[in-house]
């Protein structure tokens, strides 16, 4: 594959190598002149103008709350108003995820509800006061107060002192017609001032403007990244909660692909060998009774039965090849994948770069994902060659297949892309496909390596 397509093609982590690394060819302008235009520095720019007032209630309310819940600890009101206080900030954190996933486009899953053990509300009480998630709401309503403020004023200030600086040729009549001045005032005291009125000043204003949008634009977004990050740290579910919920998700697609691999098994078996050696057993019947009476007949079918042996013998083989097949086992991934190689219907070149092999799970993962996607180059592709990568980076198995064909092969299209990349996910791997219409096709699948 170096040979036929560079170097590069191996990296998916290369610039230009990943999903959409062709767009920004085709944009007519740099990035930092379209920055202060796209829809996404004015949603974020709306965003950090809405954070001014809404955190300004959220940080009042809480430490209300919090100040009045503490002083009331005395009594037995403090503790139930704590938690009310606390369950509260739960309610104004999931505005604040919508507002988030409206403006920033960030999708932040909403956390596990607090349920009591008994469903009372002595038990409720203890649940949200127990609850990390209701303490990290608390403080996020603390914590972005200060940093909502600064980022009004830096991104106001700096947005609006810009597009005045820039559009300024365009109103600098109003100056002398309506305020009595030459323009705007740069310096001024008692006997001497500077006013901004001369075309080549009118100019220099103007482009210091341009500079200033530019810039803002990119302090707009840094600005939103933080509260991306305080969403995110401060109002999603904790790491522990996500990965206990990925892990539920992995095991039932593992549990599903396991009753479909039965499923498939037990079909073929049974339209299949089965069928054959059903019906190799009734051929074998009726030659036994035309044993003595027509030897010839008899010896046909025998003929005939022989036949239908091997034939359900190969199906056998290709069965057990397909639960796993014992040159994975006994050679590894290189002369494993160089049979799948053999029987695809376009020449394939395999280049497997690995020192040591990795784990028996993984290995027959690798085995059939790149089996699933050779299958696909000769259903589909409409290919005249192809080629297999494999090589480790750091502690991820790389596979990559490549072929010259049409292209146009879709994740999103419900096709088996879809279901491999369930089977890899439930690994914790990565498939991406970049294949433009046209083609060429290029499938990198991610695994953990296990060894």
Known sequence: MATAYGPDTRDPQRPGNGPGGHLATGR????????????????EFAYLMLSFPISTVLFCFAVTMTSLSAGLLVTFLGVPLLAAGLAACRG???LERARARGLLKLDVADPAPVRGRTGGVMSWVGAVLRSGVSWRHLLYSLLHFPWAVFAFCVSLSLWAWGWAALT???YAWAF??????DGIQLYGDGTHSVYLDSP???????AAGLAVVLGTAWVIRGLAAVDRLMVTGLLGPSRLATRVTELESDRGVVVDTAAADLRRIERDLHDGAQARLVALAMDLGLAKEKLTDDPEAAARMVDEAHGEV?????????LARGIHPAVLTDRGLD??????????????TVEVDLTSRPAQAIE??????????LQNVSKHARATRASVDVWRSADRLMLQVTDNGRGGADLTSGSGLAGLTERLDAVDGVLVVESPAGGPTKVTAELPWRG
Do not use: H, N
């Open 28 to 43: 007519v302008l740099p990035a930092a002149l379209r920055a202060p235009f796209e829809a996404r520095t004015w949603r």
């Open 92 to 94: 104004f954190g999931m």
């Open 168 to 170: 300024y040729p365009l």
């Open 176 to 181: 002398p017609a309506y305020a009595g001045i």
């Open 200 to 206: 080549v000043e009118l100019a220099l204003t103007s």
């Open 310 to 318: 091997k034939v359900a013998l190969q199906e056998l083989r290709d």
């Open 335 to 348: 002369a494993a994948l160089s049979a799948i190689a053999s029987r695809c219907t376009v020449p394939v």
């Open 364 to 373: 027959g993962i690798a085995y059939f994902t790149v089996s699933e996607l």
